[in-house]
């Protein structure tokens, strides 16, 4: 019998749920859309917070934010939660 081919276009991988393959599944779960895997994220080094391109400090893991902004909004949100427990 013949695997089933993920239905993401120009990917041959082998399925594994709801017609994708292992990573376009992933890919689907979180951007609900597969396609987007086709596009390298590192496209555009921009910050998505502060708008800086291609900052030196950029964590493509941290989905588009730069260490400036993500050292930032880790404060913020270490503060919010002092407030509420005060
Ligand atoms: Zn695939
Ligand atoms: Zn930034």
Do not use: N
């Not at 588009?64 to 270490?78: F, H, M, N, P």
Request: proline letters at 1%; aromatic letters at 8%; one cysteine or more.
């Amino acid at each position: 019998m013949e695997h089933d081919r993920c239905s993401v276009h120009e990917c041959d991988s082998d399925v594994i749920a709801r017609g994708m393959c292992w990573k376009h599944y992933q890919r689907h779960r979180r951007h609900g859309s597969a396609e987007t895997a086709h596009r390298r994220f590192d496209e555009t080094h921009e910050c998505r917070y502060c708008g800086t391109k291609d900052p030196e400090d950029f964590y493509a893991s941290y989905k588009g934010i730069c260490k400036t902004c993500r050292k930032v909004r880790r404060i913020q949100r270490l503060q919010r939660v002092s407030r509420k427990a005060a």
